[in-house]
């Protein structure tokens, strides 16, 4: 028999769902590979290539002793944000198991913006009826989060706990249906190399690069929902795709730009148009602090009204906004925006954010496909619905990645079969700028039955290409992606949350009861979940 690298847990993805997954594992005594797609996290480094490390506002999270707040009340305002299709029966242990969550967080190095008192400072966001977001840095949670846990991983590296850099997964292994390890390639190597496990777990983040402008890192091209689709498994609401309503504005720019947290809004800051009028004046009762695609859809309407590329975020009632947001006035002296102080108006737009839907799984990841994972953003178990309620995503890829490595210490053991990898096939890979075009004027903040069939067709007629570099995957992936996302657009003939149709502009609200559809590969609907009652 030929010699096999065999783990007990492949972890893909070095973000707060992966490390966590692979630090709760490694501690348990689990042999566990970290694939990591970007290079190793350094505290020097000021780009990273996780969204982790971009998240600015916080973590949601309900604090045991907070009189104000309850676990009841959080999953109500979640259920209020997912337009009717989250899922309460996912929603709710992902919530409670948020505090634990943090603790050991902070056991593992994380340090939150504390009062004189050490208590968490909380901030408030769209969609949420009590300040509960806590945060660290002001707005740098994101960032301090991937601190903490890439220097314990740095620290923790031993001959059980070892992490990959600059690895691409090429294909996940499968025999008899079971996922049984993971081939991949690094730059230096250029060959397809393999690893085996009982487990493996997707944590690959999110599919900002299916759009032009994103608030997304470079790396987050839908790579974790590709690979599961070739696996096997299913996804679902791949059409709610959230567009966060303060992407900084920059004539032109693509790829990823900054954002200008919502939890500026939070501490003060006020949508205006040029004339400076408020955006979301008696559109919704919570006003600037309404669910995110309630407010993006605003800010659309009023550029539509006006003419006008873009809105402003008038900050002039933010107490000390430097000190408060400093990566947000980082982000601004980057673009050339703030050279001095920052501006009182702040230009921005609609960007695409998060990706609501995913790879269907279960609070703890399991998937349909036995000995496959999933957790963050590429999953999809429910809490989001049709729209995620502001920082709700830190807390479930930290939730999931402490269930992911329960599911993957109970699976240690079983027998592994031995497979070879096959060949890196050619897969069909469009151009990216003309499908990221395409996505961004079909398939963003407004679709129509006559846009999402055009997209379809040109994603169909995408060309097979040799997979030779990391961009030839990516291209791949995000094609395969595009093809679920336009699929699922096409099939949801209401608008709901994220997924807006001028052709069928009303909530489709039959018997007060609100489905997802499951897809597989093929883009074919496998069954409806139907377990949602509108809200
Ligand atoms: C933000 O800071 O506005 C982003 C938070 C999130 O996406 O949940």
């Given at each position: 028999m030929r010699e096999r690298d065999n783990v007990d847990l492949i972890v893909v993805g070095a973000g707060i769902a992966g490390l966590t997954a692979a630090l709760s594992a490694a501690a348990a005594g689990l042999r566990?590979?970290?694939?990591?797609?970007?290079?190793?996290?350094?505290?020097?480094?000021?780009?990273?290539?996780?969204?982790?490390?971009?998240?600015?506002?916080?973590?949601?999270?309900?604090?045991?002793?907070?009189?104000?707040?309850?676990?009841?009340?959080?999953?109500?305002?979640?259920?209020?944000?997912?337009?009717?299709?989250?899922?309460?029966?996912?929603?709710?242990?992902?919530?409670?198991?948020?505090?634990?969550?943090?603790?050991?967080?902070?056991?593992?190095?994380?340090e939150f913006d504390r009062d004189?008192?050490?208590?968490?400072?909380?901030?408030?966001?769209?969609?949420?009826?009590?300040?509960?977001?806590?945060?660290?840095?002001?707005?740098?949670?994101?960032?301090?989060?991937?601190?903490?846990?890439?220097?314990m991983?740095?620290?923790?590296?031993?001959?059980?706990l070892t992490c990959i850099d600059d690895a691409?997964?090429?294909?996940?292994?499968?025999?008899?249906?079971?996922?049984?390890?993971?081939?991949?390639?690094?730059?230096?190597?250029?060959?397809?190399?393999?690893?085996?496990?009982?487990?493996?777990?997707?944590?690959?983040?999110?599919?900002?690069h299916l759009y032009a402008a994103t608030t997304n890192p470079a790396g987050a091209t839908a790579d974790g929902i590709a690979l599961a689709l070739?696996?096997?498994?299913?996804?679902?609401?791949?059409?709610?795709?959230?567009?966060?309503?303060?992407?900084?504005?920059?004539?032109?720019?693509?790829?990823?730009?900054?954002?200008?947290?919502?939890?500026?809004?939070?501490?003060g800051g006020r949508l205006v148009d040029a004339r400076g009028e408020s955006v979301t004046a008696g559109i919704h009762p919570m006003g600037d602090l309404a669910p995110r695609d309630v407010v993006s859809r605003a800010v659309q309407a009023s550029m539509q009204a006006s003419g006008d590329d873009c809105v402003y975020l008038d900050i002039s009632e933010v107490d000390d906004f430097e000190r408060r947001f400093p990566t947000?006035?980082?982000?601004?002296?980057?673009?050339?925006?703030?050279?001095?102080?920052?501006?009182?108006?702040?230009?921005?737009?609609?960007?695409?954010?998060?990706?609501?839907?995913?790879?269907?799984?279960?609070?703890?990841?399991?998937t349909s496909v036995p000995g496959l994972l999933v957790a963050g953003e590429v999953a999809r178990t429910g809490l989001h619905g049709a729209n995620r309620l502001a920082s709700n995503s830190l807390l479930e890829g930290l939730v999931m990645g402490r269930n992911a490595a329960g599911v993957a210490i109970r699976r240690t053991g079983l027998p592994v079969a031995?497979?070879?990898?096959?060949?890196?096939?050619?897969?069909?890979?469009?151009?990216?700028?003309?499908l990221q075009d395409l996505m961004s004027g079909k398939v963003a903040l407004a679709r129509s039955a006559a846009g999402l069939a055009e997209t379809a067709a040109a994603l169909l007629a995408a060309p097979n290409r040799a997979m030779t570099t990391v961009g030839d995957l990516e291209d791949a992936a995000l094609t395969l992606t595009a093809r679920a996302v336009v699929a699922a657009a096409l099939a949801r003939e209401e608008s709901r949350g994220c997924h807006s149709r001028v052709d069928f502009p009303a909530l489709d609200a039959l018997d007060g009861v609100a489905t997802s559809r499951v897809f597989n590969f093929d883009g074919q609907t496998v069954r409806p979940i139907v377990e949602a009652v509108c809200v």
């Open positions: 566990v590979v970290v694939l990591n797609k970007g290079p190793r996290w350094r505290a020097d480094r000021g780009e990273q290539s996780t969204s982790t490390f971009y998240a600015q506002g916080g973590i949601a999270v309900v604090e045991p002793d907070n009189p104000e707040d309850s676990i009841d009340l959080h999953v109500s305002d979640t259920l209020a944000a997912g337009a009717g299709l989250t899922d309460v029966h996912a929603t709710r242990p992902i919530i409670a198991d948020g505090w634990p969550a943090i603790t050991e967080l902070v056991a593992r190095g994380a004189a008192d050490g208590s968490f400072r909380r901030t408030r966001e769209g969609g949420h009826s009590v300040r509960r977001i806590i945060h660290s840095g002001g707005d740098a949670t994101g960032a301090q989060v991937q601190r903490a846990l890439g220097q991983m740095t620290a923790s590296l031993n001959s059980a691409v997964v090429t294909d996940l292994l499968i025999a008899d249906g079971t996922v049984v390890g993971a081939a991949y390639r690094t730059p230096d190597s250029g060959r397809v190399r393999v690893i085996y496990a009982p487990t493996v777990l997707l944590a690959t983040g999110g599919a900002g070739r696996a096997g498994a299913h996804v679902a609401d791949l059409e709610f795709i959230q567009f966060h309503p303060t992407m900084l504005y920059l004539p032109g720019a693509r790829g990823r730009r900054t954002l200008i947290s919502e939890a500026v809004r939070g501490e947000v006035t980082a982000g601004l002296r980057a673009a050339g925006i703030a050279d001095g102080h920052v501006p009182q108006r702040i230009p921005v737009v609609p960007g695409a954010h998060y990706l609501c839907g995913g790879v269907v799984a279960s609070p703890s990841g399991q031995d497979v070879s990898p096959p060949e890196v096939e050619d897969r069909p890979a469009m151009d990216r700028k003309v």
